[in-house]
């Protein structure tokens, strides 16, 4: 079984600067301020936020909402 690219506890670096595209891994902020690090699909009118696990249905939130994309993924650290 493959690990997950991103693990819980480790460390990743967000540019707020950096342009996603379809398909990165960014950190998203709901209205609540919660924040998740999905990767990220777009159509017209969603926003699709996909977990690496399967198990877990993307989150799907309309772009009138208030959610946005706090950063683009840029580096994952890996301590040895």
């Known amino acids: ?5 991103f693990q819980k506890g480790k460390h990743v670096v967000i540019s707020p600067n950096t342009q996603w595209e379809n398909e990165d891994s960014v950190v998203v902020a709901n209205p609540k301020q919660e924040k998740t690090l999905k990767r990220i699909k777009t159509d017209e009118d969603h926003i699709y936020l996909i977990s690496e696990n399967r198990k877990y249905d993307p ?3 309309d772009k009138k909402d208030n959610s946005r994309v706090i950063g ?3 580096r994952k650290i890996k301590r040895y």
């Open 1 to 5: 079984m493959e690990e997950p690219e």
């Open 72 to 74: 683009k993924v840029i």
């Open 59 to 61: 989150i799907v939130l």
